[in-house]
């Protein structure tokens, strides 16, 4: 008996798993990290565009990603192409 409670809890766990929504993964490139933009260079060259980086980091799907401010002083999270710095995804917080 407390086999089969231990199995339906577990059969419900994994319902409940599959049913969750997937985490939806912002990709940039597929291009080898031998092509991508040295990171320093590009951190560099976004805080001469007005950036003020807070955290940067590369992406599961293959983005630099920074969290900071932008040159009019907001909350931003940006994800560009590491190969040539086009901005991806762009939310204001």
């Known amino acids: 008996m407390k086999a089969l409670k231990l199995l339906t809890l577990a ?3 994994g319902l ?3 049913c969750s929504p997937a985490k939806e993964v912002t990709q940039c490139t597929v291009a080898p990290m031998s092509d ?3 990171q320093a260079e ?3 060259e976004l805080v001469n565009q007005g950036y ?3 955290e940067f980091k590369i992406t599961e799907g293959n ?3 920074i969290y900071g401010t932008d040159a009019d002083g907001n909350k931003v999270e940006v994800y560009f192409n590491p190969v040539d710095g086009e901005v991806i ?3 204001v917080h």
Do not use: G, H
């Open 89 to 91: 995804k762009r939310e």
């Open 63 to 65: 983005c630099y990603e």
């Open 36 to 38: 991508w933009q040295d």
């Open 16 to 18: 409940i798993a599959a």
């Open 11 to 13: 059969a419900a766990a």
């Open 52 to 54: 003020e980086i807070n």
């Open 42 to 44: 590009f951190q560099m």
